[in-house]
Each structure stands twice: as structure tokens, then as C-alpha cells.
């Protein structure tokens, strides 16, 4: 089922533009990649889109904006989490995840994240990190 601007309260609409703010005003300057995720039904709805924070503003695409707030909505409502990944240097990256749940970003720590990362979600196994990331407690957002 699509999840259009008709389907959304303006409650939903406002706390999923101040989760997507606080995204953005969590990472510092640099080149940033966010990926959001919700799960209901055995089923997986997912975004991904990239930003670069210089200063006070951010080049988020508004169209990227828009759907990332759609699934933002989905993820806070039935259960889902959000992954920012910052470009450091040209070998390397951060991690920093929150789980996301009735419109609250729990920030999960370096271990958490690590675990979300290195861990089959089929199998249950463990897998080796990926080189050159480093996997870092999330900051509390400020929304």
C-alpha cells in the first residue's frame, strides 16, 4: 500500500519534517547518506538518499526530502529505524543508527549499530565488519 500526503494527519506530517530536521542536524559538515526503513508484514520499505551538510545548510533534494518523510511516517508508525553513513575521508566512513518508533528516534549505540551491521538477518550469524567503518553511538536528536 502507498503511502500518499492524503494518508498522513498533519501531526504525522509535522513529527516526520522534525525527525528528517533533526536527521540532518545531527551529522556535522561533509557528505552524508541517509537510509530509512520500515518493516510490517514481513515486508520491507526502505529509502535511501544523500545529502552534504556545509555550515547551516544542507543540499537535500526536496523531492528526497518528500519521500523520505513518507517513509519516515511508515517507520514511525509500525515500527522501523534510520542509518546515516558520513563519508570521513576517501577510505572511510561513520555509522550511526536510531530505531524509530510512534515518532520517536531512539539513538542506538556503537555496539548496537555494530551488531545491526554485522549480523545476518537471516541466519543470525555473525559477518565481518566492512573495512574501514567505523560504527558510533548515535547522537539524541533535537526535534
Not at 492524503?6 to 513529527?15: A, L, Q
Not at 540532518?24 to 538518499?49: E, M
Not at 556545509?54 to 522501523?80: F, Q, R
Request: charged share 20%; net charge negative.
Amino acid at each position: 500500500m502507498a503511502i500518499t500526503s492524503h494518508d498522513r494527519t498533519p501531526y504525522e506530517v509535522e513529527r516526520s519534517a522534525a525527525l528528517l530536521m533533526g536527521f540532518l542536524n545531527a551529522v556535522g559538515d561533509g557528505c552524508h547518506h541517509l537510509v530509512v526503513a520500515a518493516s510490517a508484514n514481513g515486508a520491507t520499505l526502505s529509502i535511501s538518499v544523500p545529502f552534504h551538510n556545509d555550515g547551516e545548510t544542507s543540499d537535500l533534494d526536496p523531492d528526497d526530502a518528500l519521500e523520505a518523510m513518507m517513509v519516515l511516517t511508515l517507520a514511525a508508525t509500525v515500527g522501523g529505524g534510520a542509518v546515516i553513513r558520513t563519508t570521513v575521508d576517501q577510505t572511510s566512513s561513520e555509522v550511526m543508527g536510531w530505531k524509530l518508533m510512534e515518532f520517536y528516534a531512539r539513538p542506538l549505540s556503537a555496539s548496537e549499530i555494530f551488531n545491526a551491521y554485522c549480523t545476518d538477518a537471516e541466519t543470525g550469524e555473525v559477518i565481518p565488519p566492512e573495512w574501514g567503518v567505523e560504527y558510533v553511538a548515535a547522537p539524541r536528536l533535537t526535534v
